[in-house]
């Protein structure tokens, strides 16, 4: 009998006293994982009050069910605005029930994956899965009807009602950032499926303001790929066949004056990223560590000279294959241990260097 594939997903929802957003994502390939496993892992702490329209959203963020569903021929499906995407209407939303708003409509279809979501879809009956994490990039449009309808929430969800796949996946997410336009701020997701794991990021900000960028990239079976709130994709390939990217990528890149092709490849997060968010090791000290612990044979360094380090492969192999405790194990991780461990030290001593 031939083994069966499975896919385990972790969302955590972390509700933390001090004023920190960020959100930490991993991947484990099948041959990476202990059992054939595929597991993605997401820890959420950005949500919170939002300012809308002058009015103050308390968010009220709740795991649903959202069954398989059949759909009349020619009806549409709305598609919601995501008031924690940290933008604007440029325009008024159409309210619909639950308070929500939105901000256009796409063709439906006749038949949709049931599937769990938390405001990013999470998993769905044919066992694809997402998880995601904000970048910063070099634009974050606002949101606007007819122009940039989408941010990274909807599509998460819409992949999971009609996709089966991780590269199924993609290449909708793609189409529909192509055709609708994206807003807000750079973001990354992981699609997985029981054999593979890929790698999308995306951002607004196109001259036309319509559209937006995106580039995804697979994770090789057998390693282990990590993201904490930066940009991950690096060198845009056209001979690789592990990358996907929007067809303007090249020519917008270089008519913002964001890449020049005398430099070389194209550099996806230096071109389009925004860098850190706060400190040169708010993001990359989180995938430093998620990648030391899975592989410590890799020898990777605390330290980095800025936020387009290459010091940090895309991804690693781990030194031992990947449980769920060790997996687990990954969003407990406190860097006990490490330059960074700050046990027995009181909150306020800010005595460490970092060098």
């Known amino acids: 009998m031939a083994k069966i594939r499975k896919v385990i997903a972790f969302c955590l929802l972390l509700a933390l006293v001090s004023p920190v957003l960020g959100c930490t994502i991993f991947g484990v390939t099948k041959s990476a994982s202990a059992d054939g496993s595929v597991i993605i892992g997401h820890t959420n702490d950005g949500f919170g009050p939002s300012n809308i329209g002058g009015t103050i959203k308390e968010d009220e963020v709740s795991f649903k069910y959202i069954p398989a569903q059949n759909h009349m021929p020619g009806s549409k499906r709305p598609v919601v605005f995501d008031h924690t995407s940290d933008v604007e209407f440029e325009d008024e939303p159409s309210p619909i029930a639950g308070n929500e708003a939105v901000i256009g409509y796409i063709d439906q279809i006749n038949h949709t994956y049931g599937y769990l979501t938390g405001a990013y879809g999470i998993i769905n009956e044919h066992q694809l899965m997402s998880a995601e ?24 969800n819409i992949a999971l009602e009609r996709c089966k796949t991780a590269r199924e996946a993609i290449n909708l997410t793609g189409e529909l950032i192509d055709k609708y336009g994206y807003y807000g701020y750079g973001e990354t997701l992981i699609f997985a499926d029981p054999n593979e794991v890929w790698v999308m990021e995306m951002c607004g900000g196109t001259p036309s303001g319509t559209g937006g960028y995106w580039a995804a990239q697979k994770v090789p079976d057998g390693e282990v790929f990590a993201a904490a709130n930066q940009f991950r994709i690096r060198e845009i390939d056209p001979k690789n066949p592990g990358q996907i990217y929007s067809k303007n990528l090249h020519h917008d890149a270089q008519v913002l004056g964001w890449w020049n092709s005398s430099e070389g490849p194209l550099d996806w997060a230096k071109a389009f990223g925004g860098g850190e968010y706060s400190h040169p090791y708010y993001c990359l000290s989180r995938v430093w560590r998620i990648l030391d612990r899975v592989s410590p044979s890799s020898n990777l360094s605390p330290f980095v000279e800025g936020p387009f380090t290459k010091e940090y492969p895309f991804s690693v192999a781990p030194d031992k294959p990947i449980n769920t405790t060790t997996a687990f194990g990954l969003f407990r991780d406190h860097y006990e241990g490490t330059v960074y461990d700050r046990t027995g030290l009181d909150s306020r001593d800010s005595s460490i260097v970092v060098q």
């Open 133 to 156: 994490c904000t970048n910063f990039a070099k634009a974050s449009p606002n949101a606007k009807r007819g122009k940039r309808i989408f941010f990274s929430s909807e599509l998460s």
